[in-house]
C-alpha cells in the first residue's frame, strides 16, 4: 500500500487524533512461524495488537480472542521484518566537496520519503532501515534509523530512542572513497588516518571544556555542531557505522575505536575474511554485503561470498545489507540465500537480515524476532526465505499492512517494469492520473465533498 492511497487519510488522521492507530486485533493462523530467537513453528498463530506482537505460538496453544480478525495464512510462511542496516533508499544527498570531515551533516535533512526506492523496499519485506549519507568522506555525517511506515515526510518513518532524540548512527569511511587528495581531502591511507585522529583530539579537549564549565554558560566553548556530534560517539550515545573494505583499512578502523574508545559497525569487509579473528577478538560487529560495486573497485578484488561465514565461524556478529542501490532492496532474502551456498549457517543467514541488524543499530528490543512485546513488524511469504521461488505476499509495520502483492500498484513496486521507478510523476501511469485517484479518494471518505 503505497503512500499516494494514503494522503486524503492522511489528512484525516490529522484531524482526528487516534483514528489511525490499530484499532482490531489481528491473528493470522496456520502459517509456518521463524521467529528467529527459536524454533520454527509449524501452525503457528501470531496475535497482534496495538501495535505490538501479543502471542507467538502453536495452534492449539494460542487462545485467539473472540473479537479479533482472524487471516488464514495456511501454506505461508511469516518472519519478523526485515532490518537493513546500510541503505541509501529516499535518496539522502548529505555532505559535499568542500571538506572531508563533515559529522554535523544529516541525512535526515536529504531524504525523499515519496520516492520509490521506499515502496520498493517495503515489496522487499524491509521495516526497518539504517539511511545513510555516502562514502566519499572521512566523516559524511549521521544516519538515520527509520520504519518502513507508509508516509508522506521522513518525521513520519523516524525512530525515536527513549529519551526522545533520534536513533541513528555515524557514517564513516576510509580506503579510496575518500582519498581525492583536493579541498583538504586525504591522498594517502596513513594520512587519512591521521585527519580522523585529529578530529577526535579536539572532539575530546571541547568535552573536557564543557565538563570544565560545569554548567556555567560564561565558561561554555563556542558551539561546535561538529563536535557535539563527535562527543556523542565518545559518550557511546552514537555508534560509528564504518564503511571499509581492505582488510589494512579495517585494522585501522579498530586501531582508532580502541585509541578513541567508541562503537563501531564494520561496514562492506571485502577483505574481512583475511582478519576474522583480529575482528572476533576487537567484538566488533559487520554488516557484510554479498554484490558490491557494479563497474568494479580495486578494493573489493579479493572479497568472497564466504566472507559471512568464515566471520560467523570466527564469532563475529553477522548482518548482511544492500547499500541500496547496489543491491536492491527487494533482494536482502537472495543475499541470505549466497551467504548460505558459501558457507554460513541457515540460521546465521535469517538472524543476518533480523535480529543481528537488529542490534548492529541497537534496536533489539523492538525489532528482530517475532516476540511478544515487540513491534508488529512481518513478513509474509509463498515458501522458505532463502528461495530464489519465494515471493513476499505482504509486509506489515506496527501492526498495518503497508505492502501486498494482490494490490496492483504495489505489485508494480515488486515485479518493476515501466512507472515503478520515477518518484514524482510515471509510477502513476498504469494507474490514471495522479489527482483523480485523489478526487476519488476524497469522494470515498467524504461523501463526494471534495
Request: with cysteine; proline share 5%; charged share 20%.
Amino acid at each position: 500500500m503505497s503512500y499516494r492511497r494514503l494522503l486524503p487519510l492522511a489528512v484525516l488522521c490529522g484531524l482526528t487524533a487516534g483514528l489511525c492507530a490499530q484499532e482490531k486485533t489481528l491473528v493470522f493462523k496456520g502459517a509456518q512461524l521463524i521467529p528467529i530467537v527459536g524454533e520454527p513453528v509449524p501452525n503457528g498463530v501470531l496475535v497482534v495488537s496495538g501495535g505490538k506482537i501479543v502471542a507467538v505460538g502453536v495452534a492449539d496453544k494460542v487462545a485467539v480472542p473472540a473479537d479479533a480478525e482472524v487471516h488464514d495464512a495456511t501454506g505461508k510462511v511469516i518472519m519478523p521484518g526485515i532490518v537493513d542496516s546500510h541503505s541509501h533508499i529516499g535518496g539522502p544527498a548529505g555532505a559535499d566537496a568542500s571538506s572531508p570531515i563533515q559529522p554535523d551533516v544529516r541525512a535526515l535533512d536529504s531524504i525523499d520519503a515519496q520516492s520509490p526506492s521506499i515502496q520498493k523496499a517495503q515489496a522487499g519485506g524491509v521495516t526497518t532501515v539504517n539511511i545513510m549519507p555516502g562514502s566519499g568522506h572521512l566523516i559524511s555525517g549521521q544516519t538515520i534509523y527509520a520504519k518502513l511506515r507508509d508516509g508522506r515526510t521522513i518525521d513520519e518513518l523516524l525512530i525515536k530512542n527513549d529519551d526522545g532524540s533520534l536513533a541513528g548512527g555515524l557514517k564513516m569511511a576510509n580506503g579510496t572513497n575518500s582519498m581525492r587528495g583536493a579541498n583538504g581531502f586525504p591522498g594517502t591511507r596513513g594520512k587519512s588516518a591521521a585527519l580522523v585522529r585529529e578530529q577526535f583530539i579536539k572532539a575530546q579537549e571541547y568535552k573536557a571544556k564543557i565538563e570544565r564549565a560545569k554548567g556555567d554558560p560564561d565558561k561554555m566553548p563556542p558551539r561546535d555542531l561538529a563536535l557535539e556530534e563527535l562527543v556523542e560517539v565518545l559518550d557511546g550515545k552514537r555508534v560509528v557505522q564504518h564503511h571499509t573494505h581492505r582488510h589494512d583499512d579495517i585494522l585501522t578502523v579498530l586501531r582508532l575505536a580502541h585509541e578513541f574508545g567508541f562503537k563501531v559497525v564494520l561496514h562492506h569487509v571485502s577483505e574481512g575474511w583475511k582478519v576474522a579473528d583480529e575482528i572476533a577478538k576487537a567484538g566488533v560487529p559487520c554488516s557484510v554485503i554479498m554484490v558490491d560495486s557494479p563497474g568494479g573497485k580495486l578494493e573489493t578484488r579479493d572479497m568472497s561470498f564466504a566472507t559471512p561465514g568464515v566471520l560467523e565461524k570466527a564469532g563475529v556478529l553477522v548482518g548482511l545489507h544492500t547499500d541500496d542501490p547496489i543491491t536492491d532492496s527487494r533482494l536482502l532474502l537472495r543475499s541470505a540465500g549466497l551467504a548460505v551456498r558459501a558457507g554460513m549457517t541457515r540460521d546465521g543467514a535469517l538472524c543476518a537480515v533480523t535480529i543481528a541488524n537488529a542490534k548492529i543499530l541497537g534496536l533489539e528490543k523492538r525489532v528482530g524476532s517475532l516476540e511478544p512485546g515487540k513491534d508488529a513488524d512481518f513478513v509474509i511469504l509463498d515458501g522458505d526465505p532463502l528461495s530464489v521461488y519465494t515471493h513476499v505476499q505482504q509486509t506489515w509495520v506496527e501492526g498495518r499492512k503497508v505492502f501486498d502483492l494482490t494490490d496492483p500498484q504495489d505489485k508494480l513496486y515488486a515485479l518493476g517494469g515501466a512507472g515503478a521507478g520515477d518518484p514524482r510523476r510515471a509510477q502513476l501511469c498504469c494507474f490514471g492520473n495522479a489527482w483523480d485517484i485523489i478526487a476519488n479518494a476524497n469522494a470515498e471518505l467524504f461523501g463526494g465533498a471534495q
